[in-house]
Structure formats: C-alpha cells, structure tokens
C-alpha cells in the first residue's frame, strides 16, 4: 500500500521547513515567503499528491500536555500576573507552559512552529495593551489558519467566534466614580496619563475613563478628567507634582480619582507640599498597587484580576478544548470578569485626615 504524503514529506522536497508548507498550503496570511519558495512548495504537494490531514488524523496527533503562551515583551507587572495566572490553570489539570515568541525568525513565528512539532497543544495568547490591534489581529488569523486552538486575553479584536476572556474595565472606572459620587463627592477630578506621544490614553484606560464619565453624568457631575503627559514618569517627582498643583487643585474640588496608583501617590504628594490636608477616602485609584498599599493601606482602590482572566483562558482551553471530540471546532465564547472595589475607610474614623 502506497504510503500517504504528510508535511513533512513535501517539506523535504522542497527544502523548507514544515511549517512553511503550512504557511503556504493555508495561505496564512502575513508571513514573509517569497514566490520563489511558495513555487517549490506547491510543486512538492502536487509531486506527492499531498492531501490535507482529517480531522480524524488531526486527532491523533501526539499531545504534549502543554499550553504556549504569547504576551507582549514588557516589564508590566500586569503580565507577570497573567503568565501566573495561566501556569496556575496549566498545573492544575497537569499541564506545563511554553514561553513563545511573538516574533518572526526566518519568516516563521515560534508558537507556529512549535505546534507543528507538537510541543504545545495550544496557545494563550495575551493581547497588548497599547496601539492599535492589528498586530493582535494578525495572531488570530494566523492561529485560525493554522488549525491551533487558542483563548485570547484581555483581546480588543473584533473578529468574530473567538474564545475571549476579558475585564470589564468600564465597569472598573464606573465603579470608582460611583464610589466617590455617593460618598457626597459633586466637582470629581480624574486623572489619567497619556502615551508617549501625548495623545491618548491606552485601551485599557479608555475605557475607565468612559466609566468614569457615565458614573458622573448618572449623578448629575459634569466628568472633570485631567491628562498627565506620561513623559513625567522619567522625571522628578517635582515636576509631577508642579503639574498637579496647577490642574488638579481646582476651587471645589472635593474628589479624585487615577487611573494610575502612581497619579495618587504625586497627588498627595502636591497636597503636603501645597500645605492642604487631603481626605483619602475621597481619593481612589483605579488599579491596585504594592507601592500605593504601604504608603496608603487606607486608600481606596479598583482591583484589576488580570491573573483570573488568564486562568480562565487556560482552564477553558485545556477543559473545552482538549478534552474535546474535535479541538478544530471547540465553541467559541465571551467571558468578562469584573473589578473589584476595596476600602478600608469604611472601618477608619470618619475624621482621618492623610497629614
């Protein structure tokens, strides 16, 4: 009995790698391959009479009880959280975690590639949280024409029949300024840095800021947001806290909120130096912050459970998909987690003063 051509096979005919002819044969889209080699590998396929894999081959494909993650290169704490949060998921249903690049070597991505040489059932993927989305955009449609299963993280595609598991952080900014409103705050300030361009806030920010904004027309404020150039996290501390001197300590002014911890540590800052005395249960941060809780453990704050959220990804991953009849097809779905607010001024004396 003739034996079947795989990948592989035409892969050693054309003298490309095997996850080439997948790029090729899947007309996977922004990869780097030149005509020359998309010839030899179309060659090669039609030489063998190469036939894609069924679905029922596909489900013998040797597992390797392990989970690829792909995150952006940052220093951010928030992805140091989720790569906790999906090792917690993976080592709970006895799987490990690959660490993949995002990157393209030799006109190939890692996590690709690793799937093709099965050393990972599939991917995580965790969605950058500045620009625009098309570099998410392009991971999604390279993993769906590659067949890899995979959840996304803290996605702001918009393609449709994804596994998404995201925060409300509408909710969180909502939160915060209702918070403060029905405290019996009325002249609110939020504050919120920009990027590195100084012309708009992150995703994530956005949307606090919108929550924000519709907590306060709820209870009849008009939103008050001041915008903290973001080139003042490479600076003294003065200059920060000159700039909130001269826009945030406005007449009337009788609560604050941040979108950065690190924006109510200056603000109070500017308040001592300024001499004033600063209620800090009219002071609220809208994310959670180590530096912020020893300075301030008083201090209200919005948790941001961006380790649940990539636990969640993985724990559905591994239970919907891998345990699945047909990991292809696994059903898409939305997941949103929410905030979570903590004061601890509810139980300090009403007169507590920050001096």
């Known amino acids: 009995m003739k034996k079947t051509a795989t990948v592989k096979d035409v892969a050693n005919l054309a003298g490309v790698a095997p996850s080439t002819v997948s790029f090729v044969l899947n007309r996977t889209i922004g990869q780097t391959i030149s005509e020359t080699t998309k010839a030899k590998v179309l060659e090669a396929a039609t030489a063998l009479n190469y036939r894609p894999e069924?679905?029922?081959?596909?489900?013998?494909?040797?597992?390797?009880r392990t989970i690829g993650l792909v995150a952006p290169e940052s220093d951010d704490l928030r992805f140091n959280e989720m790569s906790a949060g999906v090792m917690s998921a993976a080592e709970e249903e006895g799987f490990g975690v690959l660490m993949c690049s995002s990157k393209r070597e030799m006109g190939e991505i890692s996590y690709i590639s690793a799937y093709h040489e099965c050393r990972i059932d599939g991917v995580v993927l965790v969605a950058p949280d500045r620009g625009n989305n098309l570099v998410e955009n392009e991971h999604i449609h390279n993993l769906l024409d590659a067949g890899i299963?995979?959840?996304?993280?803290?996605?702001?595609?918009?393609i449709p029949n994804i596994h998404q598991v995201n925060i409300n952080f509408y909710q969180c900014g909502m939160d915060a300024g209702t918070h403060l409103f029905k405290s019996g705050c009325r002249k609110v300030i939020c504050i919120s840095p920009l990027d590195g361009r100084h012309s708009h806030a992150s995703?994530?920010?956005?949307?606090?800021?919108?929550?924000f904004s519709d907590a306060a027309r709820m209870w009849g404020c008009e939103p008050r947001i001041k915008y903290l150039p973001r080139s003042f996290e490479s600076q003294e501390l003065g200059s920060a806290k000159a700039f909130l001197a001269s826009a945030a300590f406005d007449i009337g002014v009788d609560g604050y909120a941040?979108?950065?911890?690190?924006c109510c540590v200056w603000l109070i800052a500017a308040s001592k130096d300024m001499g004033l005395r600063l209620d800090k249960s009219k002071v609220i941060s809208m994310e959670k912050s180590k530096c912020?809780?020893?300075a301030y453990p008083d201090m209200p704050y919005m948790t941001q459970p961006f380790?649940?959220?990539?636990?969640?990804?993985?724990?559905?991953?591994?239970?919907?998909?891998?345990?699945?009849?047909?990991?292809?097809?696994?059903?898409?779905a939305s997941e949103i987690i929410a905030c979570r607010l903590v004061d601890e001024t509810r139980v300090a004396a009403a007169s507590d003063k920050i001096s």
Do not use: H
Not at 258 to 262: G, P
């Open 149 to 158: 299963p995979f959840a996304t993280v803290c996605s702001r595609s918009e």
């Open 54 to 64: 069924s679905t029922s081959v596909l489900m013998r494909r040797r597992s390797s």
């Open 258 to 262: 941040a979108t950065w911890a690190a």
């Open 203 to 211: 995703a994530s920010e956005s949307e606090r800021l919108r929550g």
């Open 292 to 294: 912020l809780q020893l």
């Open 307 to 332: 380790y649940d959220v990539a636990k969640s990804a993985a724990k559905n991953l591994v239970q919907n998909c891998f345990n699945s009849e047909d990991r292809r097809n696994w059903p898409a």
